[in-house]
C-alpha cells in the first residue's frame, strides 16, 4: 500500500509541555485511521501538523502528490493554505459551516475557492448533497438542518474538492450516539468510495473501532499502532494519482456500496 | 430574592472573578464596547457643542442659523443613534457565554436581562467618561470652524449640567439597547442563540414608504394654505421627517434587492460571501450606511442651491453672502460628521463581527480560505451598500436640481469639486474604518488556539 503522508521526528511543543516527541507516522492511501488518546496527549497537534495547519518545531512531514513529493514543513503560508485548499478536505466537530450561506452554497465555496466557475462548484456540491442523502435541501440555510445534517454537509464540503485526506477532528462529538452513528456511516463509507484516505481524532471507542487502523498516543509519543490494513476498496481512480471530485464513479463497487448506503 | 438584586449582587462579583481574563480578553470583552461609546459620546457632545454656537445668536438672521442647525442636528442624530445602539448590541453580546452558564446554574431570564442591563450600563458609564474626555481635546479645534466671518471659539463649549446630561443619555441609550438586544437572543442553560426568525426587508416596507412620500408631497403642496409661520415651519419639519421615515422604511427593502441581484450574479467567492452577508439582515446593513442617504442628498441640493444663490443674488448683500458661505460650510461639516459616524459604526460592527464569528473564521482558514478573501468579502459587505446609497441619495437630489446643476457646473465646477472631494473623503473615512475593524481578522487568526478547541 502506497504511503500518502509521512511524518518523521515530528516534535512540537506548548510552554511548559511537549504536545509531541519525536513521533513517525505514516498514513497509507485509502487507509482510515483513527488517532485517539486522552485529553493533552497530544492527537489534535499531530493532525494539526499533518494538516499544515501548525508548523512542527522539529522533524519533517512528506505529502507524496501525483507529481513529486511535497515537504510540509518547508513550505510558506500562502502554500500551505493552497495546499490544505486543493489536496486536503476537513470536517471539524461543530460543522464551522458558514450559517448565512445554504448547504449547496456552503459545499460549492470549496470548489469557487480553487477558481472553479460557480456553475460547476454549484452542480458538483448538488451531487455531493444528494449522494449524501440531502437531496432536496440544498437551498436550506444551515439553521434549517439538523445536527447530523450539518456534519454531512461539511463531509460534502471537504470532499467535493477532490482531496486526496480527509482530516476529522472529533466529527461526531457534538452528537447523539445514533445521529453519531448516522454520520460516521456517511463519513466512512464515503471516504473509502472515493478512495481517499481519513485520518479521524475521536475520543470514542466506537468511531476508533470502525477505522481500519487505530494510533495511540499519550504524553506526545505513539504508544500503540494497530497497523491493521484491510483490504483497499475498490477505488475509482488509482489514490495517489488523479483524485476523483464527484461522490463516486458510477459502476464501481465502491459506488454501489456507496450510493446503497446513502440514498435515504 | 427579586430578578433585579440578585444581578445587582452577582454582577459585581463576576466582574471580580473575570478580572484576570478582563485583562487577558481586553479588546474583547470590555474595550471594544467602551472605545465605541467613547466615540459615540464625544461626537454627541461635539454635534451639541457646534449646535450652541447658533443659540448663543440674538439678532435677526439668528432665527435661520438656529433653523438650519436643527435640521443638521436631526441628519446627525439618526447616524448617531445608530452607532449608539451598535456599541450597545456589542456590550451585550460579549456576554454571551457567561449568560448560558449563568442559566444553568438556575438564574431566570430576568436575572439575565437585568444583568446584561448593568454591565452595559457601566461599560457605557466608562466609555462616556472617556468621551468627555475625548471631546476636551477635539473642542479647541472645533472653536477654529468659522461662521458668520469669525471662528466660533470657545462658544463651543458645552457646559458641565450638559457635558454630563450627555453621558446620562449615553448610559440610558445603553440600557435601553441592551434591554431590546436581548429579545432576538434566547438565553438557555445550554447556550445562546440568535432566534430563527427572518431579517427579511418585505416590499411592503416600498408600499409604504411610496405613501409617506405621497402625504408628505400633499402637505407640501398645500403650504400656502397654512397661513401661519410657525404651522408653516412646523409642516416643512414634519416633511422633512417624513422624507427620513421614508427613507428608512425603503432603505433595507433596496439593499435586500441589490444584494439578491448581486448573489445572482455573484461570480467570485468574495462576491457570494458579501452578498449573502447584506442578505442575511438588510436591516443592520441599512443601520450601518444608513445614516449617509440623507446627508447626500442634502449636500448635493443644498450645496448647488446655495453655489447658484451666491451667483446670482448675494454679490451686493455681505450678510446674505456670508449666509449663503456659512450655509456651504454647515453643510460639508455635517456630511463629513455623516461620514464619521458611519465609518465609526461600520468599524465598531465589522470587529464586533469578527470577534463573535472567531471560530468559524479560524475554522475557514485550516480549510485554506485566504485571509485577504475575508477581508475583501467584509469590505464589500460594507461599502457595496454605502457607494448604492450615497450614489442614489446624491443623484436623486442631483436630478432634482438638474436646471440649476448644468449653472452650477458651467459657472462653479468648484462647488462639484468640494462636494465630490467630500464624498472620496468620506468613502476613504469609511474604508479605513472598516480596515480597523477587520483587522481582527489577523490577529483572531494569529492566535487561533484562543478561537478554537484545540486538544493538544
Known amino acids: ?264 | 430574592m427579586s430578578s433585579l438584586s440578585m444581578a445587582l449582587r452577582l454582577t459585581p462579583y463576576l466582574a471580580r472573578s473575570n478580572g484576570s481574563s478582563f485583562r487577558e480578553a481586553g479588546l474583547r470583552d470590555a474595550g471594544l464596547p467602551i472605545l465605541a461609546f467613547g466615540t459615540v459620546t464625544a461626537l454627541l457632545l461635539t454635534v451639541a457643542g457646534g449646535s450652541q454656537v447658533f443659540w448663543s445668536w440674538s439678532d435677526d438672521i439668528a432665527g435661520t442659523y438656529q433653523a438650519l442647525a436643527v435640521v443638521a442636528m436631526v441628519l446627525l442624530i439618526i447616524p448617531l443613534l445608530t452607532l449608539g445602539a451598535s456599541a450597545a448590541r456589542l456590550a451585550a453580546r460579549r456576554r454571551d457565554d457567561r449568560l448560558a452558564s449563568l442559566r444553568l446554574l438556575g438564574a431566570n431570564s430576568a436575572t439575565v436581562v437585568w444583568m446584561t442591563v448593568i454591565e452595559s450600563t457601566v461599560l457605557a458609564a466608562v466609555g462616556a467618561v472617556a468621551g468627555a474626555g475625548l471631546y476636551a481635546c477635539v473642542a479647541p479645534f472645533l472653536g477654529l470652524i468659522q461662521f458668520r466671518g469669525q471662528a466660533i471659539g470657545s462658544h463651543a463649549w458645552l457646559s458641565v449640567p450638559s457635558i454630563l446630561g450627555c453621558v446620562l443619555a449615553v448610559c440610558v441609550l445603553a440600557a435601553a439597547s441592551a434591554a431590546l438586544g436581548l429579545r432576538k437572543v434566547v438565553v438557555t442553560p445550554l447556550g445562546v442563540r440568535t432566534r430563527q426568525t427572518a431579517d427579511g426587508a418585505h416590499w411592503v416596507r416600498g408600499l409604504i414608504a411610496a405613501v409617506v412620500v405621497v402625504v408628505g408631497v400633499v402637505a407640501m403642496g398645500m403650504l400656502s394654505s397654512f397661513g401661519a409661520f410657525i404651522v408653516i415651519i412646523a409642516v416643512m419639519g414634519g416633511c422633512f421627517g417624513l422624507a427620513l421615515l421614508a427613507l428608512n422604511l425603503m432603505g433595507p427593502w433596496i439593499l435586500r434587492l441589490r444584494a439578491s441581484s448581486q448573489l445572482k450574479h455573484a461570480k467570485r467567492p468574495e462576491q457570494l460571501l458579501a452578498a449573502r452577508t447584506v442578505l442575511e439582515s438588510p436591516k443592520e446593513s441599512w443601520r450601518q450606511v444608513g445614516g449617509v442617504a440623507m446627508t447626500s442628498f442634502v449636500g448635493v441640493f443644498v450645496g448647488v442651491g446655495m453655489a447658484v444663490a451666491d451667483t446670482m443674488g448675494t454679490s451686493g448683500d455681505a450678510e446674505a453672502t456670508l449666509l449663503v458661505r456659512d450655509i456651504n460650510t454647515g453643510v460639508m461639516i455635517t456630511l463629513l460628521g455623516s461620514f464619521l459616524m458611519v465609518a465609526c459604526s461600520a468599524g465598531v460592527n465589522q470587529a464586533a463581527a469578527v470577534l463573535d464569528r472567531a471560530s468559524t473564521l479560524v475554522a475557514l482558514d485550516r480549510v485554506g480560505m485566504p485571509q485577504k478573501l475575508m477581508v475583501a468579502a467584509r469590505v464589500k459587505a460594507v461599502m457595496s451598500p454605502l457607494f448604492l446609497v450615497a450614489g442614489i441619495s446624491a443623484a436623486a437630489a442631483a436630478v432634482l436640481v438638474l436646471p440649476l446643476t448644468g449653472t452650477v457646473l458651467l459657472t462653479q465646477p468648484v462647488v462639484f469639486l468640494t462636494i465630490g472631494g467630500v464624498f472620496a473623503a468620506g468613502f476613504l473615512l469609511v474604508r479605513l474604518a472598516v480596515a480597523a475593524g477587520t483587522a481582527q481578522i489577523s490577529q483572531v487568526l494569529a492566535r487561533p488556539e484562543r478561537y478554537a478547541s484545540m486538544d493538544s
Open chain 1, 1 to 264: 500500500m502506497n504511503a500518502i503522508l509521512h511524518a518523521q521526528q515530528l516534535t512540537k511543543h506548548y510552554p511548559g509541555s511537549i504536545a509531541l516527541d519525536h513521533v513517525d507516522f505514516t498514513a497509507n492511501a485509502g487507509q482510515s485511521i483513527a488517532i485517539i488518546g486522552p485529553s493533552g496527549s497530544g492527537k489534535t497537534t499531530l493532525l494539526h501538523c499533518l494538516a499544515g495547519i501548525l508548523r512542527p518545531d522539529a522533524g519533517a512531514i512528506t505529502l507524496n502528490t501525483p507529481s513529486s513529493p511535497l515537504r510540509l514543513d518547508t513550505l510558506g503560508d500562502a502554500a500551505l493554505s493552497r495546499l490544505r485548499r486543493e489536496e486536503f478536505g476537513f470536517v471539524f466537530q461543530q460543522g464551522m459551516l458558514l450559517p448565512e450561506l445554504t448547504a449547496l452554497e456552503n459545499v460549492a465555496l470549496a470548489l469557487m475557492l480553487n477558481g472553479t466557475d460557480r456553475n460547476t462548484s454549484e452542480t458538483r456540491a448538488a451531487e455531493w448533497l444528494a449522494a449524501l442523502g440531502l437531496a432536496g435541501m440544498e437551498q436550506r440555510r444551515l439553521g434549517e438542518l439538523s445536527g447530523g445534517q450539518v456534519q454531512r454537509v461539511a463531509i460534502a464540503r471537504a470532499q467535493v474538492t477532490g482531496a486526496r485526506v480527509v482530516f476529522a477532528d472529533e466529527p461526531t462529538g457534538a452528537l447523539d450516539s445514533a445521529t453519531s452513528n448516522e454520520v460516521l456511516d456517511v463519513l466512512l463509507h464515503s471516504v473509502a468510495a472515493n478512495g481517499r484516505t481519513l485520518l479521524v481524532v475521536t475520543h470514542d471507542p466506537n468511531v476508533a473501532a470502525r477505522c481500519e487502523r487505530v494510533v495511540e498516543l499519550r504524553d506526545g509519543r505513539i504508544v500503540a499502532d494497530s497497523g491493521r490494513s484491510v483490504a483497499a476498496p475498490n477505488l475509482p481512480a488509482q489514490a495517489g494519482e488523479s483524485a476523483p471530485d464527484t461522490p463516486a464513479a458510477p459502476g464501481t463497487q465502491a459506488a454501489a456500496n456507496f450510493k446503497g448506503a446513502f440514498n435515504v
